[in-house]
């Protein structure tokens, strides 16, 4: 399974969909424009209260109480999280009976933290009340293995235990340099929480040790892993709610498959090779 789940479980009840693309408040934060630019709308996880913890806990507790039954031994699950609610999600997704394997860290520069005190911003100029995120951390977790089986049994018998090296041959690596979802993409794709298919990709491939199998995002939103699935080759099902954001990915996913790997980054080189031009 791969997947990015709704984090305040709020932000993404029908009414605060809603509320989001009407322009209200809510769960969701407008931020201001930035360099001329409007930022997308972002959840304000910050706005938690405990007993909305305790409903979040319950959630992946219950996610991955449904889930296993579906996943062969020693299957892998990879879920996007952030910064400030992993310790809790993580440990519920273990209370749920999976095994925490690891933490992949994406590179990536977030809008979370780095800001004065709010309403203190004169009197604390030198303070920020939390560090400028600089990462997102992934979740990856394995159904159980049988006792005593091993990585080597494991392949053989389910194709499952361990994850794909990179096509170069060199092993996933839990540190992945990555960027902020591209104009081009979010154009296809105009959905608040969508990941890039340059990160996408990777993790997607890397979940199928042998290749072999059917991945799972039960929360598809605009499609991007269905899509970065059908890049490298392997069957993937998506499952989405909100039936806006269905009919969304149903349009979306040709035209992310339809991006070529590498092609963002040489649009960042060509960005930037026109800002040193100017
Ligand atoms: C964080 S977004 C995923 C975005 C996705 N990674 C992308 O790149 O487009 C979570 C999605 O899960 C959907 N969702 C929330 N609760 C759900 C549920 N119970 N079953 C299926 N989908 C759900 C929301 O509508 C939302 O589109």
């Not at 993790?203 to 059908?230: C, K, N, Q, W, Y």
Request: net charge positive.
């Amino acid at each position: 399974m791969v997947f990015d789940p709704p984090y305040g479980v709020k932000e993404y009840e029908l009414e605060q969909i809603e509320k989001m693309l009407s322009g209200g408040t809510g769960i969701w934060r407008i931020p201001p424009s930035f360099d001329g630019s409007v930022r997308s709308p972002l959840p304000r996880f910050t706005a938690l209260d405990e007993g909305e913890r305790q409903t979040l806990r319950r959630f992946f507790k219950d996610l991955a109480i449904a889930a296993l039954p579906a996943l062969k031994p020693g299957a892998h699950v990879f879920m996007a999280s952030n910064a400030f609610l992993s310790q809790l999600v993580f440990g519920a997704m273990v209370d749920g009976g999976f095994e925490f394997r690891t933490e992949i860290i994406r590179l990536v520069q977030t809008l979370r933290g780095g800001d004065r005190p709010k309403l203190g911003e004169k009197d604390f100029p030198d303070v920020c009340s939390l560090p400028r995120g600089g990462y997102e951390p992934w979740g990856v977790f394995r159904k159980p293995l049988p006792p005593k089986m091993t990585v080597r049994e494991c392949l053989k018998i389910y194709g499952t235990g361990g994850l794909r090296r990179r096509a170069d041959g060199n092993p996933f690596s839990d540190v992945i340099p990555s960027e902020r979802t591209s104009k081009r993409e979010k154009d296809i794709a105009p959905h608040p929480s969508l990941k890039p298919q340059s990160l996408l990709r990777q993790v997607v491939r890397a979940v199928l040790p042998l290749g072999i199998g059917v991945i799972a995002d039960p929360f598809m939103g605009s499609g991007s892993t269905v899509a970065a699935a059908e890049v490298v080759g392997y069957q993937c099902i998506g499952i989405e709610r909100h039936a806006n954001y269905y009919s969304l990915a149903k349009k979306a996913v040709p035209k992310l498959i339809a991006i070529r790997s590498g092609e963002r980054s040489s649009e960042i080189v060509e960005e930037q090779q026109i800002k040193l031009a100017i």
